[in-house]
């Protein structure tokens, strides 16, 4: 007998067979996929999706590692609770806890400064530079002097975009190094936080609901961008007004129901879906198991250093919930790996690949290219695991900080155009927000004590792992006390000073930590120049094995996307239950009901006093779903997400916000590899929780009169 959870008989409106929808699409490919856009009854024209200069897409918006949207026309910005962190945790202190209590600005004047480098970015411009970057490249170039030529090339390419400073312009790869975009943003640097949430509704469940279903967690908040008087981008300053936002996305309180077509916008972190079965192992068997135990034991130290400093819990709040996440995520992969053999499925589509490249009249070069691949892959895998072991090694905030400065120094002394790529002008203010965020998160001795605890497992590293020429210049554990002791970077205005400093000011230093940066330059360079002939020798490879899979996969008709990159993207799909095993079916909701059956009144699983009794007073509101008899909290749908689609705006059929992205099921991870579509489900946050959390419990009125908000009922707009 079928067990059935969380899913009432009514809303069995769909056979269960239904499948995820495979494609994190460039929205120019959206005009493509027209017919199946409609089939599932999307109704917002397919062209209009693809045009970045009309809405919905000028709404969405990334922020460097999440996804958010704009929600009014005062540069109001909703993302997910754990995007706005490090934001929330910025503002808070032992006595002042943000994270615990929630915020809210009731007034502009109110609002408080996000983190030093929160930023927002606004995608206007995406153009095909790949000849640009491609065309007329030796092929008898070393692999650092093709990498190098390459980047040269992007490097101008950045820079004539950017001659109007109010944007932010990359030049990303993709299909591996095939095709190259370049990519214009307005780069917004004040960024206030408006409201969140207490974490006991952002972060309800924890790690321990971290990737599970059924899911009762409310991860949203609000930031908002400002910008000088005259509309432009300007550095944060009390004279700045909210950016006038050209488009925004109306809210939708009519909510979904099982079956219901959705669309998701957002900036995609990373997937690895073309990837080879030896890849696919090196991560299963090596690389993956490594970092989760160097995740687990970093937690622990961690834990150990602010057992008894509840100032030094809050500082290390955000640091902590990102390596949890991170743990969490792994963990998934590897037993994603041990359920299903993703190597060998790769295995079967390498075979059916290659016996169709038998049949193409270029079959000898293709061969030739596999058996590069090959080789070049094995001495990828080899220098993963050396530079894995460098960062273990010097796991301090500080060292890194003066590892940066001192390469900084040298990059300083060539002209801007020749300098690496994180070092030119145009990055200075992203370091120096690094070095001054410092201030919210570091505190000495938790430094101290998670840099002996990792140079103590980095001595059990494999010989062959550990980089050559490391281990004599590493301090003792002993000594890192001293070090500390003798070093002033842990004052932010001294640390701030080194940003000007030339090469020899930091070969003559007394301070302890930028000594011993000077001492480690010579092998980080060696790492850093490795990489550069094995990227450089991959991208002359991987494009042309690309290029003969993705004509491969159209023989087949099978969809062709690139793997997520961080930027701009749709997928679409459906509201849909799942079944993770045998004889159990998750249904697509799950509601307050099941927050009140969870709650323990201890963490992960405590929740504000007045949400408990609005809820357990059953004060619904407008937000009450008629087939749940009650208020939606999460939903499942089978959009194709990753990490970096955090925040992500779920749109309904006719573009208005129902939702926001938040999580994937634990059953789903290993979709960054292997896109399963019966299994694969993304976890959102639904619209009617949010506007009920801040109606009923944190009364947050201002800033739901701000959005412009859909009811199902004409009557019920005058509610907000």
């Not at 209009?48 to 200069?53: G, M, N, Q, R």
């Not at 991560?283 to 937690?299: F, I, K, N, T």
Request: with cysteine; hydrophobic share 35%; charged share 25%.
């Amino acid at each position: 007998m079928l067990t059935r959870i969380f899913f009432p008989s009514l809303l069995f409106t769909l056979a269960f067979n239904v499948q995820a929808d495979e494609g994190q699409w460039q929205p120019h490919q959206l005009p493509l996929l027209k017919a199946e856009l409609k089939r599932i009854g999307i109704q917002t024209p397919a062209e209009k999706l693809a045009d970045l200069s009309r809405a919905p897409m000028t709404a969405i918006v990334s922020l460097g590692g999440c996804s958010a949207s704009f929600v009014s026309p005062k540069g109001l910005v909703v993302t997910n609770h754990h995007c706005a962190y490090g934001d929330i945790q910025h503002n808070s202190t032992a006595q002042r806890n943000f994270i615990a209590d929630g915020f809210l600005a009731r007034s502009r004047t109110e609002e408080l400064p996000a983190s030093p480098n929160t930023r927002i970015y606004v995608t206007d411009r995406v153009e095909d530079v790949t000849k640009q970057v491609l065309g007329g490249l030796d092929d008898k170039l070393s692999g650092k002097a093709r990498y190098e030529e390459i980047e040269k090339r992007v490097k101008a390419l950045i820079a004539t975009c950017e001659a109007d400073k109010a944007y932010r312009c990359s030049v990303p790869s993709f299909h591996r190094g095939m095709e190259y975009y370049r990519i214009r943003q307005m780069m917004i640097r004040d960024v206030r936080l408006v409201y969140a949430p207490s974490d006991k509704i952002g972060n309800f469940g924890g790690e321990v609901d971290n990737f599970e279903w059924p899911r009762h967690t409310g991860d949203f908040a609000f930031l908002r961008a400002y910008v000088g008087k005259d509309g432009k981008p300007a550095d944060p300053s009390p004279e700045n007004v909210p950016f006038a936002t050209k488009d925004y996305l109306t809210v939708s309180a009519e909510g979904l129901k099982n079956g219901d077509p959705i669309l998701l916008a957002g900036y995609p972190g990373r997937t690895n879906r073309y990837k080879l079965p030896n890849e696919v192992r090196f991560v299963r068997d090596l690389s993956y198991p490594r970092r989760v135990a160097e995740y687990e034991a970093d937690l622990a130290a961690i834990a150990d250093a602010t057992q008894s400093n509840p100032e030094a819990g809050v500082r290390y709040a955000s640091v902590t919930k990102s390596i949890s996440n991170g743990l969490k995520k792994l963990q998934g992969l590897l037993d994603g790996f041990a359920r299903r053999d993703i190597a060998a499925i790769k295995d079967e589509q390498l075979a059916e690949f290659k016996k169709w490249v038998e049949k193409q009249p270029n079959a000898k070069e293709l061969k030739n290219v596999l058996t590069q691949m090959d080789q070049l892959i094995k001495a990828d895998n080899d220098l993963t695991e050396e530079q894995f072991a460098f960062s273990v090694a010097a796991k301090s905030d500080l060292l890194s900080s003066a590892l940066q400065l001192y390469r900084l120094s040298v990059e300083r002394k060539k002209p801007d155009a020749e300098r690496e790529s994180g070092y030119q002008d145009r990055d200075l203010p992203f370091i120096k927000a690094r070095l001054t965020r410092l201030e919210q998160t570091f505190v000495s001795e938790v430094d101290q004590a998670r840099w002996r605890a990792s140079l103590q497992r980095y001595q059990k590293f494999p010989a062959d792992s550990r980089p050559m020429g490391l281990d004599p210049l590493l301090p003792s554990v002993d000594a890192i006390a001293g070090l500390y002791h003798n070093s002033a970077l842990h004052d932010t205005t001294r640390r701030l000073e080194w940003m000007s400093k030339d090469p020899q000011v930091f070969q003559d230093s007394q301070d302890s930590l930028i000594q011993l940066a000077v001492k480690l330059y010579d092998t980080t360079m060696s790492l850093v120049n490795r990489r550069k002939e094995i990227d450089g020798n991959l991208d002359r490879v991987i494009p042309e094995y690309m290029k003969a899979v993705i004509a491969w996969k159209k023989s087949l008709g099978k969809p062709v996307y690139p793997d997520a990159n961080s930027t701009l993207r749709v997928t679409y799909g459906t509201v849909a239950p799942y079944s993770p095993k045998d004889g159990l079916i998750k249904g697509p909701f799950t509601t307050l009901e099941g927050i009140l059956e969870k709650y323990t009144g201890k963490a992960p699983f405590d929740a504000p006093k007045g949400l408990l009794e609005a809820a357990r007073e059953k004060r619904y509101g407008v937000f009450k779903d008629k087939v749940l008899g009650t208020v939606p909290v999460n939903f499942l749908s089978t959009a194709d997400t990753t990490g970096g689609n955090s925040g992500s705006a779920v749109m309904n059929k006719r573009g208005e916000l129902v939702g926001l992205n938040f999580d994937s099921t634990y059953e789903s991870v290993t979709k960054d590899w292997y896109f399963d579509p019966l299994m694969t489900r993304a976890i959102h946050v639904d619209i009617r929780y949010m506007l009920w959390v801040m109606a009923e419990v944190d009364k947050a009125e201002n800033v739901l009169k701000e959005m412009t908000i859909r009811y199902p009922n004409a009557k019920d707009r005058s509610a907000h």
